[in-house]
């Protein structure tokens, strides 16, 4: 089937924009396979601003996939404590280890062979095939989807209703010549002008054919549950030898198996007077309401019956574990572990001194 005129100069505006405004990101700066492969597992429903830290620290520590295969999976998830959705991590481990026992470490160049490997999806095929081996396939994530919605003024529709339509129009704008700057280059109008809200139409390269020009009515989405929880943070010992319980979740959990994080407090044993920290953390459609207490070691009776072992870690070794995002979330603000920037809260118990912090923050950098 031909290809359109007007469908022609989309794809011309939007690589000649791509050119000049492309944002300068780390994986953009490699067409290594096993590099593209780790950023846009990473991407996978997590902003630009965030994964660049986590990918930068992640490939320091693990530049090729058979120092990646080699790793063991505590290691792999503790570089990723933060990121949320481990599968993600799990996936990608197992499929290098599959890569170096089966296919002699070459990385599939097709989007058909990469999306057989262990947790390799439609789109995360795509891209590696396209922007690593100039596959011409169209990758679509959500930023792709509403760009093509609203070009195409398409009624927006929930779940995956239109995703197939979609795929198939996104293959055929793809540029043969060069896919993966085309696929980027959608994913970035998505990112930078093709906004869910206010999108910036006025700077829009493919404005001139696009249905919408603007905002689209969405579907309406679920509303997010709520759940309150009280946990425990119990420490031991004086600077610098302090150890902190943990909990490890059991390896058939049906969320975040193998991780750790901090124990629960027994319903009704919760008091004011040891309250450390109150914080919400949102899991995919549920708000967690969490209030944090300090116990002391000899109060560890007011634990809840966990299903998973607990074990005393050392706060030095806090940065090399495979830590649950929330249970960071908290060490940070408790200034348990390095890493938060906001307002100092109320702490009385394991309280640091500022050397001390500094001497912590030197001697826990992660390899």
């Known amino acids: 089937m031909a290809l359109r005129q007007e469908h022609v100069e989309f794809r011309q505006n939007l690589l000649h924009w791509f050119d000049e405004n492309a944002r300068d990101l780390p994986w953009r700066q490699t067409r290594d ?26 490939m320091a520590r693990f530049p090729t996939l058979a120092s990646l295969a080699q790793a063991d999976e505590s290691e792999v998830l503790a570089l990723w404590s933060g990121l949320g959705y481990y599968r993600r991590a799990r996936a990608l481990h197992e499929s290098a280890r599959a890569v170096m026992a089966e296919g002699a470490g070459q990385i599939p160049n097709t989007a058909a062979a990469l999306s057989r490997l262990p947790g390799v999806g439609v789109y995360t095929a795509a891209a590696v095939a396209s922007i690593a081996f100039g596959e011409p396939v169209a990758a679509v ?55 869910p809200k206010g999108p910036m139409c006025l700077t829009c390269p493919v404005r001139e054919g696009c249905a919408t020009r603007g905002e689209h009515p969405v579907p309406r989405t679920r509303k997010m549950l709520s759940r309150k929880t009280a946990l425990a943070l119990l420490q031991r010992r004086q600077w610098p030898k302090a150890e902190v319980l943990l909990e490890r979740r059991p390896p058939d959990a049906a969320q975040m198996p193998n991780m750790w994080e901090l124990p629960a407090v027994k319903e009704g044993q919760e008091s004011e007077d040891m309250l450390l920290l109150t914080v919400r953390h949102s899991i995919t459609t549920t708000n967690y309401y969490v209030t944090v207490y300090g116990l002391t070691v000899n109060e560890q009776k007011m634990l809840a019956r966990g299903a998973g072992e607990r074990a005393w870690v050392p706060v030095l070794d806090l940065l090399e574990q495979p830590l649950t995002g929330l249970t960071r979330k908290i060490l940070k603000r408790l200034r348990v572990m390095p890493g938060y920037s906001g307002g100092r809260p109320a702490l009385e118990l394991g309280e ?16």
């Not at 630009?48 to 986590?54: L, P, T």
């Not at 609203?150 to 929930?158: D, S, T």
Request: charge should be negative; hydrophobic fraction near 40%; glycine fraction near 6%.
């Open 352 to 367: 640091l001194t500022a050397d001390s912090a500094k001497e912590f923050a030197s001697a826990a950098i992660p390899r």
């Open 141 to 195: 994530d959500g930023n792709v989807e509403r760009v093509l919605t609203r070009y195409f003024g398409h009624e927006p529709v929930p779940g995956v209703a239109r995703s197939g339509e979609l795929r198939r129009a996104a293959e055929q704008l793809v540029d043969p010549e060069r896919p993966g700057d085309f696929n980027q280059a959608m994913m970035e109008l998505g990112a930078t002008v093709c906004l």
């Open 33 to 58: 396979p096993y590099a593209i492969w780790v950023s846009e597992t990473m991407l996978q429903q997590t902003r630009v601003a965030v994964v660049i830290d986590y990918y930068t620290r992640f």
